[in-house]
């Protein structure tokens, strides 16, 4: 069964930059398109940026030209750049595959923007 490992959060300064990883194992993301997804206390679980199988890349709106999203399919791995940093970024962050059926949810990582 795979499984995702998400990593990097912590807690940064309004402005700052964070650069997420999430590992899988195997050749998970070559065969699937996938999407960084966030969950902020009392609130639904949100889309963020995806990355299809060819390479398209869509961002939510509130993380536009902040938020780069890549993925190096030799080190089966999905990145997630931050910058400019904001308190409303505040959010576990998970990476998933964009199109359902989800795999089961990692633990995620905790990002914290707060001055």
């Known amino acids: 069964q795979v499984r995702l490992v998400e990593s990097g959060g912590g807690l940064v300064q309004p402005g700052g930059s964070l650069r997420l990883s999430c590992a899988a194992s195997?050749?998970?993301?070559?065969?699937?398109?996938m999407a960084w997804y966030r969950q902020a206390p009392g609130k639904q679980r949100e889309l963020v940026a995806s990355?299809?199988?060819?390479?398209?890349?869509n961002y939510a709106d509130a993380v536009k030209g902040r938020f780069t999203i890549s993925k190096d399919n030799a080190k089966n791995t999905l990145y997630l750049q931050m910058n400019s940093l904001k308190p409303e970024d505040t959010a576990t962050y998970y990476c998933?595959?964009?199109?359902?059926?989800?795999?089961?949810w990692g633990q995620g990582t905790q990002v914290t923007v707060s001055s």
């Open positions: 990355i299809a199988l060819k390479g398209t890349i």
């Open positions: 195997g050749t998970f993301f070559t065969i699937n398109a």
């Open positions: 998933n595959r964009l199109i359902p059926p989800y795999i089961s």
